[in-house]
Nanobody, 114 residues
Framework: VQLQASGGGLVQAGESLRLSCAASGRFFRITSMGWYRQVPGKEREFVARIISGGATNYADSVKGRFTVSIDNAERAVYLQMSSLKPEDTAVYYC?????????WGQGTQVTVSS
């Protein structure tokens, strides 16, 4: 299973970005897909996820600003990020759970300038 993330970049505070992540390879059923982020020197932190039934979870720091969505047919997950803040700067990793198995993408850099 491979995850390919894209959509990162450099934006100014208040602007928006949309991250995409497509899963490929053989797996039967998506349990959940989501996003984590990491800055140097800190642990990877949860951002958002969507469960196969459609329920979503968000970190408090992004609620109301970020929206996670999934395309089950394309096996892709998206993260629409609005009202970006400098503290959102990080490498964003997509995550796929299939049953109890965890898969990670390679990460995409998001930089928000003030």
């Amino acid at each position: 299973v491979q995850l390919q993330a894209s959509g990162g970049g450099l934006v100014q505070a208040g602007e928006s970005l949309r991250l995409s992540c497509a899963a490929s390879g053989r797996f039967f059923r998506i349990t959940s897909m989501g996003w984590y982020r990491q800055v140097p020197g800190k642990e990877r932190e949860f951002v958002a996820r969507i469960i196969s039934g459609g329920a979503t979870n968000y970190a408090d720091s992004v609620k109301g600003r970020f929206t996670v969505s999934i395309d089950n047919a394309e096996r892709a997950v998206y993260l629409q990020m609005s009202s970006l803040k400098p503290e959102d700067t990080a490498v964003y990793y997509c995550n796929l759970m299939v049953g109890s198995r965890n898969y990670w993408g390679q990460g995409t850099q998001v930089t928000v300038s003030s």
